[in-house]
């Protein structure tokens, strides 16, 4: 029984069964297109109804910005992150702190005749000037949030990738919500793990694993520790396995151009069992989150 099939750019046609499930490429706009079958699990919003993402970084900003192109490289989605101005004034300000500090211990010390007396100025007065600094940089530094928009006028947020906590000492752990603030999932990093392997969790709301990114092989990622990028041909590469078991339902690589481009590329998940806006808030977190 023939397929009816209707492309974005408002181009109907049939296509015989056997297509069902398949992506094929509109003969009018080029655009890749899924042939319709019952499986494959609808999305939340049709921009997210596709396989493959492609993500450009915005430079020179105070900001992270990408823009989300689909496979013809027309934006689709603008992806921001909160200033990186604010975290920056955070730093400033707790150097201030220290400043002002050594100031006042020196002023203090030099009052005294004594050495002992001065020795005793700044064993007190260091460690306090160092946890008066740290305390005024957890006070302002924002969290790193990261927001998806419609496009980049940002008037209709599609999706939220939340920072549970600004500083975590073994772990990093991010809360995703759609624009009415359900939970889709959560993320989770283990620093310590990280140094030998770089590898994120994606936990269900209910608490199970529905799938990890983990960099595509060992022996690279200890490669890139001792040899760093190579001038790009060590690049980091993701690639993201349904759990339990190991197998990859997708890819997240780093383009060899001069200006940050990235691919997430879900095609081995045919039937779109992980929700394309998890899928593409961990693509965004694999870049920003690892300060790639």
Same mark, same amino acid.
């Given at each position: 029984?023939?397929?009816? +099939? ?18 094929? $490429? ?11 079958? #019952? ?10 109804? &596709?396989? @493959?993402?492609?993500?450009?970084? $915005? ?6 910005? *990408? ?14 992150? #909160? ?8 730093? %400033? ?9 050594? +100031? ?15 020795? =005793?100025?700044?064993? %007190?007065?260091?460690?306090? !000037?160092?946890?008066?600094?740290? %305390? ?12 998806? *928009? ?10 939220? +990738?939340? $920072?549970? @906590? ?13 624009? $009415? ?7 989770? @990093?283990? *620093? ?5 392997? @770089?590898?994120? *969790? ?16 060992? =022996?690279?990622?200890?490669? &890139? ?8 041909? %060590?690049? !980091?590469?993701?690639? =993201? ?15 060899? !151009?001069?200006?940050? &481009?990235?691919? /997430? ?16 808030? /961990?693509?965004?977190?694999?870049? !920003?989150?690892?300060?790639?």
């Amino acid at each position: 029984m023939p397929i009816q +099939v209707q492309c974005e750019c408002g181009k109907s046609y049939s296509l015989k069964d056997e297509f069902a499930g398949k992506l094929v $490429q509109c003969p009018d706009c080029g655009r890749t297109v899924r042939v319709g079958s #019952s499986p494959v699990q609808p999305q939340a919003d049709p921009v997210f109804d &596709r396989d @493959k993402f492609l993500l450009r970084q $915005q430079h020179m900003s105070i900001s992270e910005k *990408y823009y989300v192109c689909d496979e013809q490289n027309a934006p689709i989605l603008f992806v921001e992150r #909160s200033h990186k101005m604010a975290q920056f004034a955070a730093v %400033l300000a707790a150097i201030g702190v220290v400043v002002a500090g050594i +100031v006042i211990i020196a002023s203090i010390a030099s009052s005294f005749n004594s050495d002992a007396a001065t020795a =005793i100025s700044l064993i %007190l007065g260091i460690p306090a !000037t160092i946890a008066a600094a740290l %305390l005024v940089a957890v006070k302002l530094m924002p969290k790193r949030h990261v927001t998806f *928009y419609r496009d980049d006028s940002k008037a209709e947020s599609l999706l939220r +990738v939340l $920072q549970d @906590k600004k500083f975590q000492f073994l772990n990093a752990t991010y809360t995703v919500v759609d624009p $009415q603030g359900q939970l889709l999932c959560r993320f989770h @990093k283990n *620093y310590l793990y990280n140094l030998f392997r @770089k590898r994120w *969790y994606c936990y269900a709301p209910d608490g199970s694993v529905m799938c990890m990114a983990k960099e595509d092989s060992i =022996i690279l990622s200890l490669l &890139r520790r001792s040899l760093g990028p190579m001038f790009g041909f %060590l690049r !980091t590469n993701f690639i =993201i396995v349904r759990t339990p078991g190991d197998d990859v339902i997708g890819e997240f690589n780093r383009k060899f !151009t001069i200006l940050d &481009r990235y691919a /997430l590329d879900m095609t081995a998940d045919p039937m779109r069992t992980l929700d394309r806006r998890v899928a593409l808030a /961990l693509g965004v977190m694999l870049d !920003t989150g690892e300060q790639r």
